[in-house]
């Protein structure tokens, strides 16, 4: 059975546990809890369990109210018993949802039974994992969506800034660790699994080389075993990264990120006091921890998920945006289309930078590609995949092929080369140009018959104002056949 059939498989019995009102999200939970005793029997892990509450003494408890009682018990007990940290972090305020001790023995049964090893797949857990969290986050009444950015978006940006063996990297906004994850991975495949380093090498990449932090207790908990699935001891720290905690995050080589979008609650500001341009938008206080956290030796570098508003909001928005521009080479900016995050509405940008040796005047000029006008509506029919980047990607590297981005491409943006690239969805502007639009990076969107060659890029004030008049155009004929009919 494939990783995706075992999947389908776990997920399906979500719905045999509706009566006993359990929801999607709380499901994935009570997953974790369970899968993680399995893993420690299939991993070799287990003496790190309390000897009471392992998987063989789990399963060979016949009575299913007795079987239900160690469980809860378990849960209540196992993060103070236990001597690992990991182990106590997954569980620390733990609670069972389920009701029916039946149930439980139907989610126990089912997980023993499946062959978790074959010839083609020697280790499918952490596969099944990821496989539940990205059906988790798109169901929508979940809200898990926020904590999941889509794959082939973490493969694309990881590749491109092309992490290093020794570099230290870090998420301050982790949900469920994806991009750490993949930046692990990218890693692993080029170097045998870490076979290829020496003893210190492979211990700093297990255990120093990724970090993160994350907010919520339930998202923190299921980026711990997805760490932990994929064989990592990553520090995940479970906290506010834009309350006073935030300050020690710093000195990273690179930032992978998609921060939450929307404000504090009430309005308030960071309660860190080490951000010049304290704002109520968690957003733009995000993007100015994450140019704050790189180093100044040069190299350092991030591409961070952010909404519409960073590029165009006013005050502390222009000021934060010129301050980004001053101490890093904001050198890219990808224009995501709608619809591939939770909330389809919402406009998002990937934004590229290298953090500077100096604090003035890094940016030169920034490129923009434009993957949202006439772009297909993705969803359910046609998927988000990773072919989507094929024409962006050629225009970053300057003409290496998305096949071929891991084995050539070394990092380095050579801006000559990007000039030689001709798409419709590719532009640039100067430091200078983006000083005459106040600061506003709101631009490089096409119109959408750009694409037929009828026109070139158009700015958004553009396009409100053709719009405007069509509507008012449309008004006026309505207007006609009104006086008609009278």
Not at 32 to 58: A, D, H, N
Not at 180 to 203: F, P, S
Not at 249 to 263: I, M, Q, R, S
Not at 395 to 400: M, Q, S
Request: glycine share 6%; with cysteine; hydrophobic share 35%.
């Amino acid at each position: 059975m494939s990783a995706e059939d075992i999947a389908r498989k776990l997920w399906s019995l979500c719905d045999v546990l509706r009566d006993d009102g359990v929801t999607y999200h709380q499901y994935l939970n009570e997953l974790t809890y369970i899968l993680f005793l399995r893993l420690s029997e299939v991993k070799g892990f287990e003496e790190q369990i309390p000897e009471e509450y392992r998987w063989s003494r789990l399963k060979g408890i016949k009575d299913n109210k007795d079987l239900f009682d160690t469980y809860r018990e378990l849960l209540a007990t196992i993060a103070a018993k236990s001597e690992n940290d990991t182990i106590s972090e997954i569980y620390t305020n733990a609670a069972t949802t389920l009701r029916k001790p039946a149930n439980l023995r139907t989610l126990i049964t089912s997980i023993d039974n499946i062959d978790w090893f074959d010839d083609h797949e020697k280790d499918k857990i952490a596969t099944i994992y990821e496989e539940l969290l990205e059906r988790n986050a798109g169901e929508k009444k979940s809200g898990a969506g926020q904590y999941f950015t889509p794959r082939p978006l973490i493969n694309v940006m990881v590749d491109l800034l092309v992490p290093r063996i020794g570099e230290r990297w870090n998420d301050p906004a982790a949900g469920t660790f994806g991009f750490m994850i993949a930046a692990d991975q990218y890693l692993r495949e080029k170097t045998d699994n870490y076979y290829d380093l020496d003893t210190k090498e492979r211990k700093f990449q297990l255990t120093e080389a990724f970090s993160g932090c994350e907010l919520v207790q339930d998202a923190h908990r299921l980026a711990l075993m997805n760490a932990k699935l994929h064989g990592q001891d990553s520090k995940i720290i479970l906290g506010d990264t834009l309350s006073e905690l935030g300050k020690s995050f710093k000195n990273y080589d690179g930032v992978l990120a998609n921060p939450p979008f929307g404000t504090k609650i009430g309005g308030e500001r960071p309660t860190r006091d080490d951000f010049t341009f304290p704002t109520s938008n968690k957003q733009l206080n995000f993007l100015q921890h994450i140019y704050r956290s790189l180093h100044k030796r040069g190299g350092a570098r991030a591409a961070v998920v952010l909404p519409d508003n960073v590029l165009f909001e006013d005050n502390d928005g222009q000021k934060i945006r010129r301050d980004l521009m001053d101490k890093c080479s904001l050198h890219t900016i990808l224009r995501l289309p709608t619809g591939i995050f939770y909330a389809q509405g919402v406009k998002t940008n990937v934004l590229f930078f290298e953090r500077g040796k100096t604090e003035t005047g890094n940016t030169k000029q920034v490129w923009f590609y434009d993957m949202r006008t006439n772009a297909p509506a993705y969803g359910k029919r046609t998927p988000f995949k990773r072919d989507a980047f094929a024409d962006f990607v050629l225009a970053y590297t300057g003409g290496i092929s998305i096949d071929n981005v891991k084995q050539e491409y070394n990092g380095i943006v050579d801006f000559n080369k990007r000039e030689q690239v001709k798409n419709a969805r590719w532009s640039s502007y100067t430091r200078e140009e983006i000083m005459a639009k106040k600061d506003s990076l709101d631009i490089g969107l096409m119109n959408e018959g750009a694409l037929n060659g009828e026109s070139e890029i158009m700015e958004p004030a553009d396009i409100a104002r053709e719009a405007l008049s069509e509507i008012k155009a449309i008004e006026l004929e309505l207007n006609k056949i009104l006086e008609l009919l009278g």
